[in-house]
C-alpha cells in the first residue's frame, strides 16, 4: 500500500511539474474544453426552454365560441353540455358577458383609450361564451373537426386560434437550434480530441529525457503514461468547474426573461439545472474525462513507444 502512495504521489507531481512547465498550451487546452462544455450546456438549456415553452402554450390552447347576447340560460347549457359530450373536448367554461367585460378591463388596465372608450359606452359591447379546451394538444384538429359540425344557432362567431401551427413552428426553430448546437459540439468535441493529444504528444516530447530515465531503472508502462492522463482529467476538472460557475451566472442573468416569457407559470431554468446538477454535470465530468484520458493514452502510446 505505501509503495502505491509512493508511486501516485510521484505520477502527481510529475502531472502537475507537466502542466506548468507547458502553461500556454495547458491553458488552450482548458480554454478549448471550456467551450465545448459550455456549448452542451447550452444546448441543454435550450431544449429545456423550448419543451416548457411548448408545454406552456398546450396549457393555453383553447376555443371560445361567442354567443348571442340576448341567448337564453337554459340554451346555453344545453348547448354546453352538447359540447363536453364530444370525445376531444377536456372542458367546457361558460364566461358570461359581464365576466369577459371585467377580464378585458384588467388586460387593458393601463390603456388609458380603451378605458375612456368603455366608459362612454351605455351598455357591455362584449358578447357571453363559450370557452373549449381540448383533452390534448394532439386532438387539436379533431376538436376543431367537432366543433365544426355543430350547427347552432346560439352561436354568433367562432375564434379559432391556430395554436397547433405555433407549436408546430416551435419544434421546428428548437430542431434546428438543436442540429445546429449538436454541429457546433461536434466540432468542439473534434478540436478537443485533437488539442489534448498534441499537448500529450508535446509533453512527452518536452519530458523525453525523464521517459528515458525511467526505463533504464525498470519503469512500467502505467507509470510513464499515468502523469499524463492524470495531467488530462486535471483538464477536465479545471473546465468543468470553470463552466459550472460560469454558466450559473449566465442562467441568473436568463431568468428574468424567462420569468417575463412564462408570466403566470412557473418555469426556473436555474433550479432545473441545480435540481438536475450530479446527473448533468457528473456525466459530462465521466464523459470529457474518459475521452480525453483515452487522447492522452493513444498519444502516450505512440509517441513514448510504451
Do not use: C
Amino acid at each position: 500500500m505505501a509503495a502505491f502512495l509512493l508511486s501516485f504521489g510521484r505520477v502527481l507531481k510529475f502531472s502537475f511539474q507537466d502542466i506548468l512547465r507547458n502553461v500556454w498550451l495547458s491553458l488552450v487546452t482548458i480554454m478549448i474544453m471550456i467551450l465545448t462544455l459550455f456549448s452542451v450546456n447550452l444546448l441543454m438549456a435550450v431544449k429545456a426552454i423550448s419543451g416548457a415553452a411548448v408545454d406552456t402554450i398546450k396549457n393555453k390552447i383553447d376555443i371560445s365560441l361567442y354567443l348571442k347576447p340576448d341567448a337564453q340560460p337554459q340554451a346555453i347549457a344545453i348547448l354546453k353540455a352538447r359540447l363536453e359530450g364530444l370525445s376531444s373536448v377536456k372542458q367546457v367554461e361558460y364566461v358570461s358577458q359581464e365576466d369577459a367585460l371585467a377580464k378585458f378591463k384588467q388586460q387593458n388596465i393601463k390603456d388609458v383609450r380603451i378605458n375612456d372608450a368603455l366608459a362612454q359606452l351605455s351598455s357591455n359591447p362584449l358578447s357571453p361564451s363559450l370557452v373549449v379546451r381540448p383533452r390534448s394538444a394532439d386532438e387539436f384538429e379533431l376538436l376543431l373537426s367537432d366543433l365544426n359540425n355543430i350547427d347552432d344557432p346560439l352561436i354568433q362567431s367562432r375564434d379559432y386560434d391556430n395554436y397547433k401551427q405555433m407549436l408546430q413552428k416551435i419544434d421546428g426553430i428548437t430542431r434546428k437550434v438543436s442540429e445546429a448546437g449538436f454541429l457546433v459540439s461536434t466540432i468542439f468535441i473534434l478540436i478537443t480530441l485533437l488539442v489534448i493529444y498534441n499537448t500529450a504528444k508535446v509533453a512527452v516530447y518536452t519530458h523525453r529525457n525523464e521517459i528515458g530515465i525511467m526505463r533504464l531503472v525498470g519503469a512500467s508502462n502505467w507509470f510513464v503514461k499515468a502523469p499524463f492522463v492524470v495531467s488530462s482529467v486535471v483538464y477536465t476538472l479545471i473546465s468543468l468547474l470553470f463552466v459550472v460557475f460560469t454558466f450559473f451566472l449566465f442562467l441568473g442573468l436568463l431568468q428574468p426573461y424567462l420569468e417575463t416569457f412564462f408570466a403566470g407559470y412557473s418555469f426556473n431554468i436555474v433550479a432545473y439545472f441545480a435540481d438536475n446538477f450530479l446527473a448533468i454535470f457528473g456525466f459530462q465530468f465521466l464523459v470529457a474525462g474518459a475521452v480525453n484520458v483515452l487522447a492522452s493514452w493513444l498519444a502516450v502510446s505512440k509517441y513514448s513507444h510504451v
